[in-house]
Structure formats: structure tokens, C-alpha cells
């Protein structure tokens, strides 16, 4: 089955920056999507992008798949963007098994 | 709608114990999702079902762990006897069918002693 892997594992930015997380996967996908886990432990969907980009607000998203991978994009970083970013994806192209990756841990400073 | 709701939110039990997790997904969502969190092994899919109907169990870590979904409102993960090795967060996830886009509940966090 797929492998996902998410880089950097954890991430340290000030208030204002902007970020990039990536998500890498083995085989080709026609599902990916990107959550947000809060510090409450709640998962959000942000983004369902198996190719092309999507913007939401700060965040936009992009997938290669070709190239096998995705990319999460934060903008002008707030302290709420904090907490587990993970990206997700079917474990094979006719399955809905939906497998996650490690997660990068986002910490912004005030 | 009121999103995927998950009971009981907290759960503290005793070795040997039976304890009962509680999903109901998003009304017309016909896929249904029991996934695990751990800090050793992240987030692990234990079982889903596709119009009530178990698809793939393979996530079940053993004969301890059941799962049931008597009708599209409602589903059922029980463990029996738990375990302190069992101590994690118990999310349901459901979706509409086709895309398997997942919203998940606020999870279950067990500890068992």
C-alpha cells in the first residue's frame, strides 16, 4: 500500500511568517486531503485536493501528482494556526481505506 | 447539522472492563470511519464501513476489539476486556460516498487503568 510522509516532522515560526509543509506518497493518488488537528485535539478538514490548487483565506494547497507529492501553505501565520497539520490518502487507488501521515507539529510565537 | 457526534467525550475504566464507544455520523454520509490516536503510532485506521457494511477490518488490532453498525445512524466500537495498552484517543470519522472526504467527531479519550 501507499506510503505518506510528511516533512518537516515539527516546525517553529514567529507570528507573521509564512510556512510550506509537504506531503510526499509512493504512488499515485486521486484523493488527498490536508487537517488541521487543534491544540483541543479536534480534527479539521482543510482542504480536499487530490491535483491542482485551492486557497481557503491563508491557506492554499497544491498537488503534483504526478510528481507524487503536496504542499500546505501558510500565510502570514497566526498563534491559532498552532497544532498538527496531517495529510491523508487512500491506502490504494480502489480502496477507501484513508491512511495518515506522521504530522508536522506547527508552533507559532506570539 | 450537528457533525459527527462521538460519546462518551472522557472515559476512565479498570482492566478487564468492557467499554463501548458511540458514533453517529452526518445524516446522508454513507461512509463510516474508526480511527485511533496514539503518540507511538499516530493516527491508525481500525475499521470502516460503506453503507452499514464493513469493508475492511484489517486496522483491528485483535478479537478484543468489535465493531457494529446496525443502521446509517448509528455505530458501535467495543472493547472487550480493555487493556491499559488500549489508553488512546477514538475518533469517528464520517463521508459522503465517492471522494471520501472525512469529517471526524471530537474523539473519545480513553484511559484505561
Known amino acids: 500500500g501507499i506510503q505518506v510522509e510528511q516533512s518537516p516532522p515539527d516546525l517553529i515560526l514567529q507570528e507573521g511568517a509564512n510556512s510550506t509543509l509537504r506531503c510526499n506518497f509512493s504512488d499515485s493518488v486521486n484523493n488527498l486531503q490536508w487537517f488541521h488537528q487543534n491544540p483541543w485535539g479536534q480534527l479539521i478538514n482543510l482542504f480536499y485536493?487530490?491535483?491542482g490548487t485551492k486557497q481557503n483565506g491563508r491557506l492554499s494547497a497544491t498537488t503534483v501528482a504526478t510528481e507524487r507529492y503536496s504542499l500546505l501553505y501558510i500565510s502570514s501565520s497566526q498563534t491559532t494556526d498552532s497544532g498538527v497539520y496531517f495529510c491523508?490518502?487512500?491506502?490504494?487507488?480502489?480502496?477507501?481505506?484513508?491512511?495518515f501521515g506522521s504530522g508536522t507539529r506547527l508552533s507559532i510565537r506570539p | 447539522d450537528a457533525g459527527v457526534i462521538q460519546s462518551p467525550r472522557h472515559e476512565v475504566t479498570e482492566m478487564g472492563q468492557e467499554v463501548t464507544l458511540r458514533c453517529k455520523p452526518i445524516s446522508g454520509h454513507n461512509s463510516l470511519f474508526w480511527y485511533r490516536q496514539t503518540m507511538m503510532r499516530g493516527l491508525e485506521l481500525l475499521i470502516y464501513?460503506?453503507?452499514?457494511?464493513?469493508?475492511?477490518d484489517s486496522g483491528m488490532p485483535e478479537d478484543r476489539f468489535s465493531a457494529k453498525m446496525p443502521n446509517a445512524s448509528f455505530s458501535t466500537l467495543k472493547i472487550q476486556p480493555s487493556e491499559p495498552r488500549d489508553s488512546a484517543v477514538y475518533f469517528c470519522?464520517?463521508?459522503?460516498?465517492?471522494?471520501?472526504?472525512?469529517?471526524f467527531g471530537a474523539g473519545s479519550r480513553l484511559t484505561v487503568l
Open positions: 491523508a490518502a487512500p491506502f490504494s487507488s480502489s480502496a477507501s481505506k484513508i491512511i
Open positions: 470519522a464520517s463521508s459522503p460516498d465517492g471522494a471520501n472526504v472525512l469529517t
Open positions: 485536493i487530490p491535483s
Open positions: 464501513f460503506n453503507n452499514n457494511v464493513p469493508i475492511d
